[in-house]
């Protein structure tokens, strides 16, 4: 069997959906299927394998890229079925078998998501179209969790088009020492934009650390616009030097953050999966995290759950992990088993058997 990936997410950094093309591709190697990945330049990283291969099509117009380039691609490299991973992208006019993974609709439940572009009415509506005759035209889609299912169904499409398969977890490597300036700290490991709801973090950390001024904040990820309004928000709060907003750290340090961190705090408001949860869990640390969207699925019971916009929540939550020993070692111990649930090769097998389906 031959089957083709839109490689443009794996493109660059291989994070997010990129992290996903890689771990989903390698472990499909391992088990004798042929994979073509798709890329419109030159990979940052270069996935290989036995029964890998790499084809470029250099072309930067993605509508080209899509409808044009690969409907011939897949005839020159005799692709049985593509799988497109990044939620849009299925080529149209094009009669080759299709698997469509959709992570999340979080631009369409995001109010303002396209506020950056110049027109932002526009780009809202080409997304959705390129979401809606992505998802009609593929033979069967994929969501990463049953929350983001509900959701495809609730808009309509009908539920026996979908499979929810969950994503394996890609263990961090070996911790490096970790920084001493951070003290104690809680961590926020998720990235930093506005879904992320570090604004509303950083207001419950300052309630926790008028009862515990020892500890800090730390705040990985970039988002420099939206970083200056969260430092102008530490300054207001007078949390100088107790926040700590470390920018992009690779796999390794983040491992020893998450590792000594004494919870990770997650109170994110959308996600289709969530893997800073997952990635606590494998290590050892207590988590926090949002009641809402895929995060209660992922998580079970082996974190607390809170009500993301509610600041009272969130402080407590993070008082309750300090103040009890006890809590942390359940969480801990907890988490460990939860995140057993989460194993690539389960999942490039049920994909296989969704492959071989169709």
Known sequence: MRIGFDG???????????????????????????????????????ITGENIKS??????????????????????????????????????LS????????????????KNYFSYSKIPSLSKYLYLFRLKSSIEKADRIV????????????????????????SGLNLLPEQLPINKAYGDYILNNGGMDVRKNTDNLIKSFSDVHKVFPKINLVITGNNSGYKKKLEKLVAQLGLQG????????????????????????????????????????SLGTPVITSNTSSLPEIAGDAALLINPGSRKEISDAIK???????????????????????????AANEYLDLYNSI
């Not at 959906?17 to 270069?46: M, N």
């Not at 690969?70 to 020159?76: C, E, I, M, N, S």
Request: glycine share 6%; net charge positive; aromatic share 10%.
């Open 55 to 92: 084809v470029i099509l250099p072309n930067s117009n993605r509508i080209t890229f899509e409808q044009i380039l690969l409907p011939r691609a897949f005839k020159d490299h005799k692709i049985d079925i593509y799988h497109a991973c990044g939620n849009i992208g299925i080529p149209l």
């Open 143 to 166: 969501t990463v969790s049953e929350y983001t299912k509900e959701e495809l169904v609730k808009r309509k499409v009908n539920p026996e088009k979908i499979l929810a398969i969950h």
């Open 242 to 281: 107790f926040v700590i907003f470390t920018g992009y750290v690779n796999e390794g340090e983040m491992a020893s953050l998450i590792k000594n961190a004494k919870c990770v705090c997650y109170p994110s408001l959308i996600e289709g999966f969530g893997f800073p949860v997952l990635e606590a869990f």
């Open 8 to 46: 443009r997410y794996a493109e660059g950094d291989l994070v997010g959906v990129g992290k996903y093309i890689k771990s989903l591709v390698l472990e499909l190697d391992k088990l004798g299927v042929t994979c073509i990945i798709f890329y419109s330049k030159k990979p940052k990283y270069k």
């Open 95 to 110: 009669n080759t078998k299709s698997v469509l993974t959709v992570h999340d609709l979080i631009p369409l439940q995001i």
């Open 320 to 346: 309750k992990v300090l103040r009890d020993d006890k809590l942390s070692l359940r969480l801990r111990e907890l988490g460990f088993k939860q995140v057993k649930k989460y194993n690539w090769r389960k």
